[in-house]
């Protein structure tokens, strides 16, 4: 999948850095990237995070792990190399979302830690902030939004991350949120907003 096969091109250089539009902006360019197992309340959050950082006329964006399947990456399945290659394209897709001096919130499962890995290589220090949304596997199923773990143990999906598939927690992420222990959705949100108002990410 990652096989280079465009050899003969170079990088193009523009007038304006980075550091140009995030002073444009009024803040810092970041990668926020939230993994945790399907149901722990990823997108929930990243999206409540985006309505609060909006009102503060934050320029952000979500990249939300269906939603890129639909279009950037509907060539891909589930396997572990597809997984792989599923967040490989995410993680250049950040890049250039963070070089334009946005808050790119990723919701992605992204199950194992090498590739989240990769990620964080590609970007700046400072610039990947890993949220891991920690949920139990009893948690999730209970709640099951999708009917996806209801199908998954009826056999009717397979390599499914936690029943079939392995999840690989963080071994440090930046921030740490426990959706079975708190389920308000908002102040979650807000624990986010105030890691991002704290480490300065929110000034420039």
């Known amino acids: ?34 993994t945790g ?9 990243a999206v409540k995070v985006e309505e609060k950082l909006f009102e ?30 599923n967040i490989r394209r995410i993680g250049e897709v950040s890049k250039l979302f963070v070089d ?8 992605f499962i992204s199950p194992y830690r090498e590739d989240r890995d990769k990620v964080r290589e590609l970007l700046k220090e400072g610039e990947f902030v890993e949220v891991f949304v920690d949920a ?12 996806l773990y209801k199908k998954a143990r009826a056999g009717e999906i397979k390599e499914f991350t936690g029943i079939s598939a392995p999840y690989e927690e963080p071994s440090n992420p930046e921030l740490v949120l426990n959706t079975t222990e708190e389920t ?20 420039n």
């Not at 006329?57 to 509907?74: C, E, P, V």
């Open 1 to 34: 999948m990652s096989e280079v096969k465009a050899t003969n091109v170079h990088w193009h250089e523009g007038q304006i850095k980075q550091e140009d539009r995030e002073r444009a902006n009024g803040h810092k360019g970041v990668c926020m990237w939230y």
């Open 37 to 45: 197992l399907s149901g722990s309340g990823k997108s929930t959050i």
């Open 56 to 85: 503060k006329g934050i320029k952000t964006y979500i990249l939300d792990g269906d939603n890129i399947r639909h279009g950037l990456n509907k060539n891909l399945g589930f396997s572990p190399e597809d997984r792989t290659e």
């Open 100 to 107: 334009a001096g946005v808050m790119v919130m990723t919701a």
């Open 136 to 147: 139990s596997i009893e948690t999730c199923e209970e709640r099951d939004p999708k009917g």
């Open 184 to 203: 308000d959705v908002d102040k979650n949100a807000e624990k986010v907003v105030k890691f991002l108002e704290e480490k300065g990410y929110l000034s």
